[in-house]
């Protein structure tokens, strides 16, 4: 007897159809399933309509990439905040100014033409302004700033290794892996792998049990580090410095003993004595001129020919001419900079020049970022014709035009060396008396700058100079005046005079007072003693040498002192 009616018989032929039916469902539903385990392209997370960034393994949301006619362009916010935030943009010219190690690129955005270390070359393209955001092609980049750039139409996306990256080859080991978003089961997945597939592994290593990972296709992610094997060959990695720049000037060995030439006119060689332990000579002969970058040359060929007799390289000393409204427009033009920079190398060129001593002051703090820039786009081009460039900064004080005009970490990152101007802690026109660079001081700002600037890159700045005080007090007023001496000389000034002496450990110095009439006279003096305790900060900081203000003022034992407390060797 039957159990149900007829009306709720199944009818064979309908039983067929129905199984039909299941069987294709079920082929379906299994096709999809084989597509999502073990078919690479399949995404179970949007990957994006748009071009999708990746910079090394870190996706970049939302990235505006242009591709336009074939040719590939990144938006300049997605360079500086990845690749380099030294990019600098000239509105005013519509110019923009691109640093490396080797180059200084100059990219105009009306024209095809541009230049590479100031020589004109011929591009296929040029910069792009898109509504209010500017484009740089990415071809061009890959070619000069050494990055490799690769796009994937398959997944629409652009892959963007930086100079020097080094990467591993993995192979998933899974039959079957969830590429994910993030380190963890929870994150959303991208796509599956299969056994045997590659990928690219970052080097730095894994992170809690997980790795960072980038598809052949270019897709970045997560996958748990048991799953994958480490190959054992490296990929990505790049030169660290292009074929054809000139090979860095190779110094003389720390401590480096340099100074400072004074040359309003040149001196007579002949008059120069010896100077055991001297390394390098700085004589004063290139000043900014006017806005527009043009420099005032007092070079001597004749000069240089002496110092090369006697062993020592030259690093010639630009200046500003302290000069702060001439500054702020000089610094404030790409083109003036340019100009500066070409002129230079020219003379470096001209007169077999090691290097650069950059002595920029009394500028205001406003441009500080744009002294910096000056500094950077200099340094590509010294670095390119193998000179050595040098910084002068003052003291860490918070004076807005002879102090807070530095900043201090961005410049050694820059330049090869600071040089820490360690003096006039009491200036000529100072309202009080005081030393020109008592110990304590120096090494209070010595320990401050320390810790923007790397004692290898650091010189110590020492005065060969003593200022004598003028304190008058005729009729009752008070009034305050110096005048800067030599070493020998303020001794013939001293000799004979009915005065006190005597050590002042505070400062660590010699303090000499004598009166004269209604007047005080009051000296801290700079001597051998004083000079051997700033040489001894030289050799306990680590420091990279000494330079002393100026050729000159200095007693010939100097040479001698600092020979002994460095460990100098005549060159």
């Known amino acids: 007897m039957n159990r149900f009616p007829v009306r709720g018989r199944i009818f064979p032929a309908f039983k067929k159809r129905m199984a039909s039916l299941l069987l294709a469902s079920a082929a379906i539903i299994a096709l999809a399933f084989s597509a999502a385990y073990f078919l690479p392209g399949f995404y179970a997370v949007s990957w994006g309509a748009d071009t999708a960034l990746v910079i090394g393994f870190e996706v970049v949301e939302n990235a505006p990439v242009l591709i336009q006619e074939g040719e590939i362009y990144l938006p300049v916010e997605i360079f500086q905040d990845y690749l380099d935030p ?25 024209k095809i033409a541009t230049e590479i270390n100031l020589s004109p070359v011929e591009l296929q393209f040029p910069l ?15 070619e000069f700033l050494e990055l490799a750039i690769n796009y994937y139409p398959e997944t629409n ?23 994910r978003s993030g380190p963890g089961l929870h994150h959303p997945y991208y796509l599956r792998l299969r056994k045997g597939d590659r990928v690219l592994v970052e080097k730095a290593g ?36 292009p074929p054809g720049g000139a090979p860095p000037k190779e110094n003389p060995a720390q401590p480096l003993v340099l100074t400072w030439e004074f040359t309003y006119p040149n001196p007579d060689t002949k008059e120069i004595g010896e100077m055991p332990s001297l390394d390098i000579v700085i004589p004063t002969w290139f000043h900014l001129n006017d806005s527009r970058g043009s420099l005032r040359n007092l070079a001597d060929p ?28 000089f610094l404030s033009s790409s083109s003036a900079r340019k100009a500066a920079i070409n002129q230079l190398l020219l003379f470096a060129r001209l007169y077999r020049l090691e290097g650069f001593n950059l002595d920029f002051e009394n500028f205001h703090h406003r441009y500080r970022e744009l002294y910096t820039q000056f500094v950077r786009e200099l340094a590509v081009m010294c670095r390119e014709a193998g000179l050595v460039l040098s910084v002068n900064v003052t003291v860490p004080e918070g004076e807005p035009y002879w102090s807070l005009c ?29 030393s020109v660079s008592s110990l304590p001081w120096v090494e209070k700002n010595l320990s401050a700058v320390l810790k923007e600037v790397p004692a290898e890159k650091l010189i110590l700045g020492v005065p060969f100079y003593t200022r004598l005080w003028r304190i008058d ?27 006190e002496i005597g050590w002042d450990e505070s400062n660590g110095q010699y303090l000499v007072e004598y009166r004269e009439g209604e007047c005080t006279f009051m000296a801290w003096l700079e001597e051998s003693n004083s000079m051997e305790r700033r040489l001894q900060l ?34």
């Open 86 to 110: 030294h990019f600098f943009w000239d509105e005013e010219e519509k110019i923009a100014v691109i640093t490396t190690a080797h180059r200084l690129i100059h990219l105009d955005m009306e």
């Open 128 to 142: 792009r302004k898109e509504g209010n955001r500017l484009y740089l092609p990415a071809l061009f980049l890959e």
């Open 157 to 179: 996306t652009l892959t963007v290794d930086p100079a020097g990256a080094s990467y591993l080859w993995g192979e998933v080991r899974s039959p079957s892996l969830k590429l």
């Open 206 to 241: 894994s992170e809690s049990g997980w790795l960072t990972v980038r598809t052949e296709q270019g897709i970045a992610g997560f996958l748990p580090s048991k799953e994958v094997v480490i190959l054992s060959s490296v990929s990505g990695e790049r030169p660290s410095s």
């Open 302 to 329: 004749a000069y240089v020919h002496w110092a090369r007799e006697r062993g020592y390289s030259v690093w010639a000393l630009v200046s500003n001419s302290f000069d702060p409204e001439l500054t702020a427009e």
């Open 406 to 434: 530095y900043d201090r970490a961005s410049l050694a990152r820059e330049a090869d060396y600071i040089v820490l101007m360690a003096y006039d802690e009491h200036w000529s026109s100072s309202p009080v008396a005081g």
């Open 473 to 499: 007090e005729e009729g009752g007023d008070r009034s305050i005046s110096s005048r800067d001496y030599g070493m020998k000389r303020i001794e013939e000034i001293l000799a004979g005079k009915d005065l």
């Open 538 to 571: 030289v050799n306990s900081y680590r420091l990279a040498g000494v330079a002393g203000w100026r050729r000159g003022l200095e007693k010939p034992e100097i040479w001698e002192l600092i020979e002994n407390v460095l460990g100098k060797a005549s060159p």
